[in-house]
């Protein structure tokens, strides 16, 4: 729901039609399964419908064509974005709670998907239209006015924070391992950075007044910042730090400017023998591993603590490179993912003699885990073992709007969902592959792991699975968690055997 000045704005859902899965424990057969209505891809979704409600609970429903239209993608101060089913047709409206109406303000539409960015659409407080929005000439998200680009080309604009009418605050990134507060300036068009440069930042603005969130780039930590006008108050902060010293190694490599990251062990010394590598990626939309806040890297640094170098980069496909770089994963998952990762590696492993590419292990969960797997099954000359946490193996049997996002319906489109599917490949793998998969994953669904682990079966490929019982898609606990990755070294340990020249940990 939205607040008004005289009433609520409440999203009402009708999930009736949507497939129930059945969500049990088999630890605890006692209890009932829960039903879970999940709209797998190319299913039924929920109908969404938008009410206003009066302060004397009067009532009225706000009609726009839903079946051509059925996403309600965002609602800000008034102002909604609606998207066709195959999210490449947009329409940018202005609810009149009087009439029970959404005036049209905008169409949008995109060959391979209309973007949906943080904080837009919206009008300003003259009624004018302000988004972001993808300018193909100069391959850049750019913030726009009325329709017209104000925002520099090169600029990825991210997210709206605050729009006024002499100029707007935002997200933006200029590299897309950094990301910076701008203030853009509505009618020169010049932005200029708020937060320090080189590093990972963000804010929550509001009338005259801004918090500034900055991590360190160098060491884990946030910074917290007050600013009202030209005051900076700094707020105390007493966030424990965490034990080990995490030190990133950034670099850009290969034909496509590649952003990575490499962590050495602690007290690691260059030459002092090659590493076992494990290769640390997510490498899907909407999430980077690569980008200049430390803190990010923690758990990654832990692992090279145990006698790895950690290799982690960012391909076609994750954010913050533009329109182009993001669509270049349209209708295929899996080819242009994987490469990325290879050409990275291949790059590094060229450029460090001290990482070791005859034992190379591949790590990653929910998209990353997908990536895992895929790896060792299409790549094992590159790859040689692999953990993967609960991964996608089919993309059918994921949701709707993500999937047919990249992928189209697979109805139209079946060629895309064989494309980037494990279990067509289950019969390729040669190399030890460990799937660990929560029971009680309503995201990425457990049968997704059940399902590929029967495909390999089948195809008698040996292969290892740890069922986390009670387990949702990550994992909060923090004994679960620790005991995981002690397995995960232990799985790396065991099939990427150091060499006589290795370097070895003092401890574990």
Not at 225 to 244: C, H, K, M, N, Q
């Amino acid at each position: 729901h939205w607040w008004f000045a005289d009433g609520l704005l409440v999203e009402h859902y009708d999930n009736s039609g949507v497939a129930i899965r059945w969500i049990g424990d088999p630890a605890r057969p006692e209890i009932e399964p829960v039903a879970h209505r999940y709209p797998a891809a190319g299913t039924a979704n929920a109908q969404v419908s938008l009410w206003f409600v009066t302060l004397d609970g009067t009532r009225t429903r706000l009609d726009w064509d839903a079946e051509r239209f059925p996403y309600l993608a965002s609602v800000h101060d008034g102002v909604v974005m609606l998207l066709s089913r195959d999210q490449r047709t947009a329409q940018i409206g202005r609810i009149d709670p009087e009439r029970g109406t959404i005036e049209i303000l905008a169409t949008r539409t995109d060959d391979a998907w209309v973007d949906v960015a943080g904080g837009v659409p919206i009008v300003d407080s003259s009624g004018v239209l302000i988004d972001i929005v993808n300018d193909v000439a100069t391959d850049t998200y750019r913030l726009t006015r009325a329709g017209v680009a104000v925002s520099p080309p090169g600029l990825q604009i991210r997210d709206l924070l605050r729009a006024g009418l002499e100029s707007c605050i935002v997200t933006a990134s200029v590299v897309p391992e950094s990301q910076g507060v701008y203030r853009v300036d509505l009618a020169s068009g010049e932005a200029v950075e708020l937060t320090p440069p080189g590093c990972w930042a963000s804010a929550v603005a509001g009338d005259g007044l801004r918090v500034d969130i900055v991590t360190d780039p160098s060491e884990p930590g946030t910074t917290f910042t007050i600013v009202d006008g030209e005051r900076r108050i700094p707020v105390e902060s007493f966030a424990e730090r965490p034990l080990i010293r995490v030190a990133p190694h950034y670099s850009t490599v290969a034909k496509h400017d590649f952003r990575t990251c490499i962590l050495w062990p602690a007290g690691y010394l260059p030459g002092s023998g090659p590493l076992p590598v494990i290769v640390s990626p997510y490498g899907g939309p909407h999430a980077q591993r690569v980008v200049r806040s430390a803190g990010a890297y923690a758990t990654d640094q832990w692992i090279a603590d145990q006698g790895f170098a950690v290799v982690i980069a960012d391909g076609r496909g994750t954010p913050g490179r533009g329109p182009a770089w993001d669509r270049a994963i349209l209708g295929d998952l899996a080819s242009r993912v994987l490469e990325d990762q290879v050409d990275a590696l291949q790059a590094l492993a060229a450029d460090q003699p001290d990482l070791d590419p005859t034992r190379v292990g591949i790590r990653g969960w929910s998209f990353g885990g997908y990536l895992a797997a895929l790896a060792v099954l299409d790549r094992p000359d590159v790859f040689h073992a692999a953990v993967a946490g609960a991964p996608v193996t089919d993309w059918a049997l994921y949701d709707t709007a993500y999937t047919e996002r990249y992928l189209g319906h697979p109805e139209t489109s079946p060629e895309a969902y064989t494309r980037s599917s494990l279990i067509e490949r289950a019969g390729q793998l040669t190399r030890p592959l460990l799937l660990i998969h929560g029971l009680a994953d309503d995201n990425v669904l457990a049968a997704h792991t059940l399902q590929l682990s029967s495909a390999l079966l089948a195809a008698g490929r040996s292969h290892s699975v740890v069922p986390l019982s009670g387990v949702t898609h990550m994992t909060p606990q923090e004994v679960v968690a620790e005991n995981l990755l002690r397995l995960e070294i232990d799985f790396f340990r065991k099939n990427l055997p150091p060499s006589p020249r290795s370097f070895r940990p003092e401890s574990g």
